[in-house]
Nanobody, 112 residues
Framework: QTQLVESGGGLVQPGGSLRLSCTAS????????VGWFRQTPGKEREGVSC????????VYADSVKGRFTISRDNAKNTVYLQMNSLKPEDTAVYYC?????WGQGTQVTVSS
């Protein structure tokens, strides 16, 4: 069964860190460009970061540049999103995506 499963979300104080994981089953994740997106109620889903399948080049939204890092672990068939210096405005449901497939999302809440 082809699926993506996110994990690692939770409640964290402003300035804290979380690492999200996106683990694939049913296919080899490093064959695909993978993106992280986030969504808050009433707003459209927005792109956060992506990592290329060809050369592992990365792209970040301006709002997270310098604070978030996307990476792969091919042995674990997983893409990570390391999130540092978190802000309340980072609160959202975070989703990973590859062509044709979305994960179920993981909630990140940044609050004191």
């Amino acid at each position: 069964q082809t699926q993506l499963v996110e994990s690692g979300g939770g409640l964290v104080q402003p300035g804290g860190s979380l690492r999200l994981s996106c683990t694939a089953s049913g296919f080899t994740l490093n064959y695909f460009t993978v993106g992280w997106f986030r969504q808050t109620p009433g707003k459209e889903r927005e792109g956060v970061s992506c990592i290329s399948n060809s050369d592992d080049s990365t792209v970040y939204a301006d709002s997270v540049k310098g604070r978030f890092t996307i990476s792969r672990d091919n042995a674990k068939n997983t893409v990570y999103l390391q999130m540092n210096s978190l802000k309340p405005e980072d609160t959202a449901v975070y989703y990973c995506y590859r062509l044709g497939y979305w994960g179920q999302g993981t909630q990140v809440t940044v609050s004191s």
